[in-house]
């Protein structure tokens, strides 16, 4: 069974950086797509990123220029790396493979 564990969320000022790490269980990663999404309070759940097995990546307007997918195949880790963060970009993230989920990390932008 697959399972997906993000970490590296926390609070952060506004302009501030964070990387968020999603270790993946198992021998899927490397052949597939993989996901970050974010649910901020109140709201949907939002596509983030998407970076493919070729390492080709894709944003959702509001991040591109700030946020960084990235993929470590090796360690079968997925990243992201957030710089000048917005208190918009306040959500619990998830990273995501087909229908498996981690549990989230939270990600507070305030002063």
């Known amino acids: 069974q697959v399972q997906l564990v993000e970490s590296g969320g926390g609070l952060v000022q506004p302009g501030g950086s964070l990387r968020l790490s999603c270790a993946a269980s198992?021998?899927?990663?490397?052949?597939?797509?993989m996901h970050w999404y974010r649910q901020a309070p109140g709201k949907q759940r939002e596509w983030v990123a998407t970076i493919t097995s070729g390492g080709n990546t894709n944003y959702v307007d509001s991040v591109k220029g700030r946020f960084t997918i990235s993929r470590d195949n090796a360690k079968n880790t997925l990243y992201l790396q957030m710089n000048s963060l917005k208190p918009e970009d306040t959500a619990v993230y998830y990273c995501?493979?087909?229908?498996?989920w981690g549990q989230g990390t939270q990600v507070t932008v305030s002063e």
């Open positions: 995501n493979w087909f229908s498996t």
């Open positions: 198992g021998t899927i990663f490397s052949g597939y797509a």
